[in-house]
């Protein structure tokens, strides 16, 4: 990719694709009428920060597109599946939504781990290292089955197309390509910056890290993996994008191989109306970004 090219990302939704440039958000999304809604957004103080160009501190930027900017734009696109307004998530139970979502996603994948690995090492008798290890690879374990379960689902597996639908735009938007559904088709439904090889670097670099700290009864270890949620975060994504900068080096290539495999279960092949649809997101943002920065 040409260091040249604007910085790109986007995101799945429920019937829709999300587009972040550097100063705005776009989300095109089909609504339960079947008509097309666009909804833009100016994106907020910290992403136009001088946090967003120091290595280390821009992970936190990352992290809260993950946690926060996403699950708002998959609540908001939710909304445009329901017929009545008074079952739409808006205001304080929109908020409510991002706390729970945030909430079980630390549980899951966090305090459950070391929780669980801590009763294991004390009914075997292991040692601290060996039981963060076995932390670690609970962690693994339970990310990669909760992606084998969830795509399974028709609802979700609509959204893992339009996941691939966002790959394949960004990618031949990266390739130089014409952006029209057939020309995009043709690309990869993998992206080396995707935020599923992120979460994956996450719970590696989480494996590595908590294998350090040594013993710690368990409410310091709960608190140690809250703790160390941002910084682990802050170097994953530093990873993923010296990784995404070095696809030619064939050592590279390799040891980001489980970061791509992991994206074929969270991306499917799309149709080339859900393509459409991302390329629209696209085209919008690069309107808006060009207008803002001549």
Same mark, same amino acid.
């Given at each position: 990719?040409?260091?040249?090219?604007?910085?790109?990302?986007?995101?799945?939704? %429920?019937?829709?694709?999300?587009?972040?440039?550097?100063?705005?958000?776009?989300?095109?999304?089909?609504?339960?009428?079947?008509?097309?809604?666009?909804?833009?957004?100016?994106?907020?103080? %910290?992403?136009?920060?001088?946090?967003?160009?120091?290595?280390?501190?821009?992970?936190?930027?990352?992290?809260?597109?993950?946690?926060?900017?996403?699950?708002?734009?998959?609540?908001?696109?939710?909304?445009?599946?329901?017929?009545? $307004?008074?079952?739409?998530?808006?205001?304080?139970?929109?908020?409510?939504?991002?706390?729970?979502?945030?909430?079980?996603?630390?549980?899951?994948?966090? +305090?459950?781990?070391?929780?669980?690995?801590?009763?294991?090492?004390?009914?075997?008798?292991?040692?601290?290292? /060996?039981?963060?290890?076995?932390?670690?690879?609970?962690?693994?374990? %339970?990310?990669?089955?909760?992606?084998?379960?969830?795509?399974?689902?028709?609802?979700?597996?609509?959204?893992?197309?339009?996941?691939?639908?966002?790959?394949?735009?960004?990618?031949?938007?990266?390739?130089?390509?014409?952006?029209?559904?057939?020309?995009?088709?043709?690309?990869?439904?993998?992206?080396?910056?995707?935020?599923?090889?992120?979460?994956?670097?996450?719970?590696?670099?989480?494996?590595?890290?908590?294998?350090?700290?040594?013993?710690?009864? +368990?409410?310091?270890?709960?608190?140690?993996?809250?703790?160390?949620? +941002?910084?682990?975060?802050?170097?994953?994504?530093?990873? %993923?994008?010296?990784?995404?900068?070095?696809?030619?080096?064939?050592?590279?290539?390799?040891?980001?191989? $489980?970061?791509?495999?992991?994206?074929? /279960?969270?991306?499917?092949?799309?149709?080339?109306?859900?393509?459409?649809?991302?390329?629209?997101?696209?085209?919008?943002?690069?309107?808006?970004?060009?207008?803002?920065?001549?």
């Amino acid at each position: 990719m040409s260091e040249k090219l604007p910085f790109y990302g986007g995101q799945a939704l %429920i019937e829709g694709v999300l587009m972040r440039g550097s100063h705005v958000a776009v989300a095109t999304m089909k609504g339960l009428d079947g008509k097309i809604y666009i909804h833009q957004e100016s994106l907020g103080a %910290i992403y136009q920060s001088s946090i967003k160009t120091v290595p280390f501190l821009r992970g936190i930027i990352a992290l809260w597109d993950a946690m926060v900017l996403g699950t708002r734009f998959l609540t908001i696109s939710a909304n445009h599946q329901t017929e009545k $307004p008074e079952e739409q998530i808006t205001g304080g139970s929109l908020y409510l939504t991002l706390a729970i979502s945030i909430g079980m996603a630390v549980l899951l994948f966090f +305090i459950a781990p070391a929780t669980l690995s801590q009763l294991i090492e004390n009914f075997l008798g292991i040692n601290a290292v /060996l039981g963060n290890l076995i932390e670690g690879l609970i962690r693994l374990v %339970i990310l990669i089955a909760y992606l084998e379960l969830i795509q399974k689902i028709p609802d979700v597996n609509r959204i893992f197309k339009y996941h691939g639908a966002e790959h394949k735009t960004i990618n031949a938007f990266e390739a130089g390509s014409d952006l029209n559904p057939q020309a995009v088709s043709q690309y990869s439904l993998v992206h080396p910056r995707c935020g599923t090889s992120f979460i994956l670097t996450v719970v590696v670099f989480s494996i590595i890290v908590f294998s350090l700290l040594g013993p710690l009864p +368990i409410f310091w270890r709960i608190v140690s993996r809250l703790v160390f949620i +941002i910084p682990i975060a802050s170097i994953a994504y530093e990873y %993923i994008r010296w990784s995404a900068k070095h696809l030619s080096n064939p050592f590279v290539s390799f040891i980001i191989k $489980p970061n791509l495999w992991l994206q074929r /279960l969270t991306t499917s092949e799309p149709t080339l109306d859900m393509i459409e649809i991302a390329i629209s997101s696209l085209r919008e943002v690069i309107k808006s970004e060009t207008l803002i920065t001549p």
